[in-house]
């Protein structure tokens, strides 16, 4: 029809926007990790320091939705701030209504559908994070880990990666055989994938975060205290030094050959 402009024609690469841009940006900002098992939830996180005066418990990318409930997020800040605030309103809402902790899914599902609905309303931007979300199931006494993505799929996971490095981070994830390890000794494994990941030539200066949902945090959602956090980092940086220093051993091996 005549003098009629589609919404196809007004915003023609929207849909690129949300494939490419959006993604390349959760690439560049964010390392998030996360492994997970049955008797607990990690999350470990890259935080990388913009600048030499931040603190290093500024701009935190792990957040609490709830008692029970954490999410870490890659990408856009604000925007994962602002997908924060929208679940712990879910939170809040839900324990009015029934009295009891929201499940992790019916978490991961409504913050799913708010973000779906950013990327199908011309006038919305589509929100530029990824998030991971964690919880602990009152229902089925079960912890579960769930990621929403920048199109609002929510999907339930065993272990998962997102941002920089997430594809050799997976393999490491199904190497590791986090479900045989308790949840010190994962910490300490998930720190040293991150290292394994990190490009020290290109990359920023960064600190680990670290927060989990398991027995030993009496089931609530809290950040690891900073004595097993620095054991962790300390072990995975001594573990990195080690295998560099073998590769370097054989590398001359070969060379005398």
Do not use: N, Q, S
């Given at each position: 029809m005549q003098g009629t402009t589609t919404r196809r024609q007004l915003f023609p690469l929207r849909d690129e926007y949300i494939k490419s841009s959006t993604r390349q940006r959760l690439l560049?900002?964010?390392r998030p990790l996360l492994a997970s098992n049955a008797r607990t939830v990690l999350f470990l996180l890259l935080k990388k320091l913009q600048s030499e005066f931040l603190l290093e418990t500024s701009n935190r990318r792990i957040l609490t939705?709830?008692?029970?409930?954490?999410?870490?997020?890659?990408?856009?800040?604000a925007d994962g701030r602002k997908i924060a605030n929208e679940a712990r309103s879910a939170c809040r809402t839900y324990r009015q209504n029934y009295g009891e902790s929201i499940p992790p899914e019916v978490l991961g599902r409504q913050l799913g559908g708010l973000v779906h609905a950013y990327t199908c309303y011309s006038y919305?931007?589509?929100f530029g994070t990824s998030m991971l979300i964690a919880g602990y199931d009152e229902a089925t006494k079960d912890y579960q880990l769930y990621n929403v993505d920048?199109?609002?799929v929510c999907l339930k996971y065993f272990g998962c990666a997102i941002g920089k490095g997430q594809q050799s981070a997976k393999t490491d994830i199904e190497r590791a055989g986090f479900d045989k390890m308790t949840c010190r000794d994962a910490l300490k494994q998930?720190?040293?994938i991150l290292y394994t990941a990190h490009e020290e030539k290109q990359d920023k200066p960064f600190v680990l975060e670290m927060g989990?949902?398991?027995?030993e945090s009496k089931k609530k959602f809290v950040r690891v205290p900073a004595d097993l956090r620095e054991a962790a980092d300390k072990w995975a940086k001594e573990q990195?030094?080690?295998e560099e220093d073998d590769d370097d051993d054989d590398d001359s091996d070969d060379d005398d050959i």
């Open positions: 560049k900002i964010a939705a709830d008692t029970h409930a954490g999410m870490a997020m890659a990408g856009l800040v919305y931007r589509p920048t199109f609002g998930i720190a040293k989990w949902v398991c027995d990195v030094v080690e």
